[in-house]
């Protein structure tokens, strides 16, 4: 299978609303409440105005294909909430669960990478699940720091720990 990771297009946004519903329903079983990940799709179609905004916005935002299928998406831009000396975030990286394991997720922080390095951005962090340990893990081996600062996600009334990782 051809791989490959390119901007993202409006044309895209269906693509990754359904990568990111299906990534979610993998990734985070077991530690966002069921009820939450049962209803992500209900709202589909706002979710895809939403990301359809996101990719024509000033935010990076590119996908990884396999054979030209959209399999997995990355978008980074300015920060939402304070992270000391870290003004961009990485909102979302999302690899369905049969495209990992191929390097495509270390290509798509590497395009989001490059592409604020252009801008000339050169740090950015991400948010974590605490109990996301996989997500965790890759973020270390891409050289991600773990930061000090923690927040509290609620979803479905469940309060959720969050950590973050910041890239120099």
Not at 20 to 32: D, E, P, Q
Not at 69 to 79: E, L, S
Request: charged residues 25%; hydrophobic residues 35%.
């Amino acid at each position: 299978m051809e791989a490959s990771i390119r901007p993202a297009t409006p044309d895209d946004a269906r693509a990754i609303t359904e990568v990111n519903i299906a990534t979610w329903r993998t990734a985070y079983r077991g530690i966002v409440p069921d009820a939450h990940l049962d209803d992500l799709h209900l709202d589909f179609d706002k979710r895809v105005e939403r990301i359809r905004e996101w990719i024509c916005s000033p935010r990076t935002c590119c996908v990884a294909c396999l054979d030209e299928k959209v399999v997995g998406f990355a978008t980074a831009g300015p920060t939402r909430k304070p992270q000391p000396g870290y003004p961009t975030e990485l909102y979302a990286i999302y690899l369905i669960e049969t495209a990992q394991g191929r390097g495509l997720g270390r290509q798509l922080v590497e395009h989001i990478r490059t592409d604020l390095n252009a801008r000339g951005i050169g740090t950015f962090w991400v948010s974590v699940f605490e109990q996301n340990h996989s997500a965790r893990a890759f973020y270390e081996r891409l050289g991600g720091t773990l930061l000090p600062e923690t927040s509290i996600r609620t979803l479905a009334g469940k309060d959720l720990h969050e950590v973050a990782y910041g890239w120099k």
